[in-house]
């Protein structure tokens, strides 16, 4: 198909049957839950996603998403750019049951309808390839805990066993 804008939904068991490959556009304006994760709304990522019946008669998804989104570094607090990339490797099933039965190299695709909307499934698989802690490489502001820091904690802090110690030297 096309590299414009992805489609809204498909058919994964027709284009399985079919050996489809699917590329385009996804917006990240088009994906609320992965932008709540974002400072901007701005840029795409391009999706491939490819449709076979595998060798052991499963209809599988496969495919990637790659773009740049950008995040709140978390040490300066200014936008970094983060290079994303979503890998999917998923299984069609009709219920819980075939999903528990999948080889484990697969994650399951629930479909409940003809139809499967697809921007959710590669919103997924991108807000699970995001950094937990977004942070430029070369970031300019120091931190201020550490070893010293530490060492200095413990030196205010009085032991609160130094009186059992003078006990136990009185005894001796």
């Avoid at 750019?81 to 219920?95: E, G, P, Q, R, T």
């Avoid at 629930?110 to 997924?124: F, G, K, R």
């Avoid at 550490?146 to 802090?157: D, N, P, R, Y």
Wanted: hydrophobic content about 40%; proline content about 7%; aromatic content about 4%.
């Amino acid at each position: 198909m096309s590299n414009g804008p992805l489609p809204k939904k498909a058919d994964p068991r027709k284009l399985a049957e079919r050996g489809a490959k699917i590329t385009g556009i996804a917006e990240i304006s088009a994906m609320p839950r992965l932008a709540s994760y974002l400072c901007s709304e701005q840029g795409a990522v391009d999706v491939t996603l490819e449709f076979a019946v595998d060798e052991q008669h499963l209809r599988t998804v496969s495919g990637s998403a790659v773009g740049q989104v950008f995040m709140t570094c978390q040490r300066c607090l200014e936008p970094v750019a983060i290079d994303v990339k979503a890998s999917l490797n998923l299984a069609v099933v009709l219920n819980d049951e075939q999903a528990r039965n999948l080889p484990r190299y697969f994650d399951p695709l629930l479909v409940e309808e003809e139809d499967v909307a697809l921007l959710p499934i590669i919103e997924d698989e991108l807000i699970l390839s995001l950094p937990s802690v977004p942070k430029h490489q070369d970031c300019s502001v120091k931190t201020s805990w550490g070893e010293t820091e530490s060492v200095h904690l413990q030196q205010e802090k009085p032991n609160p066993f130094s009186v059992l110690a003078a006990l136990k030297n009185k005894a001796d």
